[in-house]
């Protein structure tokens, strides 16, 4: 069975102080996409029982993430949520990173994390995120050096929308700013927080919590179309 790695962020503050954590929707709505099909494993920077934002908790009480908080598998997941340090890539065939503001406070200055992103990109496999999750792939680059999102169409949560939730001054870049000066090619949902999924190859990011479910569908689709992961 093909197996998927999902990132957690382990910062629990902002840089104003503001409490954070990876965002509910986030990982409800891809993880019960893929969980039929694929064996997914927990990690993030520190390990076990990383925060979650209780603003999400509170904001989202689709059945999903509601079954998400109360379901004794993920919670088992969480609790032993491996140290990225003790990741090895070759275990998994393609790597989901969950938003919350995170991935730009954490995840993004992260040298494993730039390292782990690097072997997964390299190895051509999979590399996934949504909302601020792309900010956590700032680091990665290919066999040349080069950035992954070189050459890449891609979404993450725009300027627009990080303005419009007052997180501007909780996050040390813009990722939208940032991948740009990457060389990536930026798309974006014609309405604030309308979903929108953007794949290149194995590349596939998500705009917002609402393209959840896409960025979960699309990691799927690549999973099945590939001949060597087919159950």
């Given at each position: 069975m093909p197996s998927v790695l999902f990132?957690?962020?382990?910062?629990?503050?902002?840089?104003?102080?503001?409490?954070?954590?990876?965002?509910?929707?986030?990982?409800?709505?891809?993880?019960y996409i893929l969980s039929p099909h694929v064996q997914i494993d927990f990690a993030a920077p520190a390990?076990?029982?990383p925060p979650i934002d209780e603003y999400s908790v509170k904001s989202y009480t689709d059945d999903g993430s509601v079954k998400f908080l109360n379901d004794e598998t993920v919670e088992q997941k969480l609790a032993n949520a491996k140290k990225l340090v003790n990741i090895d890539y070759k275990e998994y065939?393609?790597?989901?990173?969950?938003?919350?503001?995170g991935p730009a406070i954490d995840l993004a200055?992260?040298?494993?994390?730039?390292r782990l992103v690097s072997d997964f990109w390299k190895s051509g496999k999979i590399v996934a995120a949504v909302c601020h999750?792309?900010?956590?792939?700032?680091?990665?680059?290919?066999?040349?050096?080069?950035?992954?999102?070189?050459?890449?169409?891609f979404t993450v949560l725009s300027?627009?929308?990080?303005?419009?939730?007052n997180g501007v001054n909780e996050i040390p870049f813009s990722p939208e700013d940032?991948?740009?000066?990457?060389?990536?090619?930026?798309?974006?949902?014609?309405?604030?927080?309308?979903?929108?999924?953007?794949?290149d190859g194995k590349l596939v990011t998500g705009?917002?919590?609402?393209?959840?479910?896409?960025?979960?569908?699309?990691?799927?689709?690549?999973?099945?179309?590939?001949?060597?992961?087919?159950e």
């Open positions: 990132v957690f962020i382990s910062a629990s503050k902002t840089l104003t102080g503001k409490p954070t954590g990876w965002y509910l929707p986030e990982a409800a709505h891809p993880y390990g076990a029982n065939d393609a790597v989901f990173y969950v938003g919350g503001h200055s992260d040298a494993v994390n730039a999750g792309p900010a956590a792939l700032v680091q990665g680059v290919d066999e040349h050096g080069q950035s992954i999102f070189k050459g890449k169409k300027n627009d929308e990080e303005v419009a939730i940032k991948i740009i000066e990457l060389g990536g090619i930026f798309e974006k949902a014609d309405e604030l927080f309308e979903a929108k999924t953007v794949v705009q917002n919590p609402a393209s959840s479910a896409g960025v979960g569908e699309a990691i799927l689709k690549l999973i099945k179309g590939d001949q060597r992961l087919r």
